[in-house]
């Protein structure tokens, strides 16, 4: 898992390592996309790219994979394993570095105010594993793009009903942080704990506040609720 290291809530960031001449990149978001005030799970959501919108990414972290991502005039930070660029005839996820899209560098400062951050918001420690990306649809590579959930897995999993969703959100239970975005159709990491809902085969958590609902046998999250 990469570590965290290298976010920064509140830090002054610099374009760096690229020529001045790169251009920004387009790229296909594949699954409904927070936009964020900085580059983790943990920063305030200031919009939502829909799936299958296109944004203009400026540049990506090296360490870690949060890329400065614009739409519609907004400007954040989106995760890179669900932002899409065309690789020849397939797409390619921008976290797998396809060798025929150049996207500039950026990076973070001010290494003491990220650890005194990350511990604020309960990080201090590391999180607790990471999200598997497109854990129904396979891997972005090769996709095509229209939604993440076309495999057998997807159309096997349990859906909550609406008793369920009013459940998990009358029954808060306490945040695990995890890399990565809670996206519907990520699979959590092993060993993390889910709770019980009165409907057989679903099960919920709190993944970096969001509450979500998980199918149970295959630990996929089907649901974002809050």
Do not use: F
Not at 69 to 77: A, D, I, K, L
């Amino acid at each position: 898992m990469k570590t965290l290291k290298t976010a920064l809530i509140g830090s002054v960031l610099l374009v760096a390592a690229a020529p001045a001449m790169a251009q920004s990149v387009t790229a296909t978001v594949a699954t409904d996309l927070n936009l964020r005030s900085g580059p983790g799970a943990w920063y305030e959501s200031v919009a939502v790219i829909p799936a299958n919108a296109e944004a203009s990414v400026e540049g990506c972290l090296a360490e870690v994979d949060w890329c400065q991502v614009t739409y519609e005039g907004q400007s954040g930070w989106s995760y890179a394993p669900y932002l899409a660029v065309a690789d020849g005839d397939v797409y390619a996820a921008l976290s797998a570095a396809p060798t025929s899209v150049t996207v500039k560098t950026v990076t973070t400062v001010d290494q003491a105010a990220t650890d005194e951050d990350k511990g604020s918001a309960a990080l201090a420690g590391g999180s607790a594993g990471a999200l598997i990306a497109y854990a129904l649809g396979g891997p972005v590579t090769g996709m095509v793009i229209g939604g993440i959930l076309g495999s057998s897995i997807a159309a096997e999993a349990v859906e909550p009903t609406t008793e369920t969703v009013t459940y998990i959100q009358q029954n808060p239970v306490e945040v695990v942080w995890l890399d990565g975005e809670a996206v519907v159709g990520a699979a959590l990491p092993t060993g993390i704990v889910t709770y019980e809902t009165p409907q057989a085969g679903v099960r919920y958590l709190n993944v970096n506040g969001t509450l979500v609902a998980v199918d149970a046998e295959s630990n996929v999250i089907v649901d974002v609720i809050s």
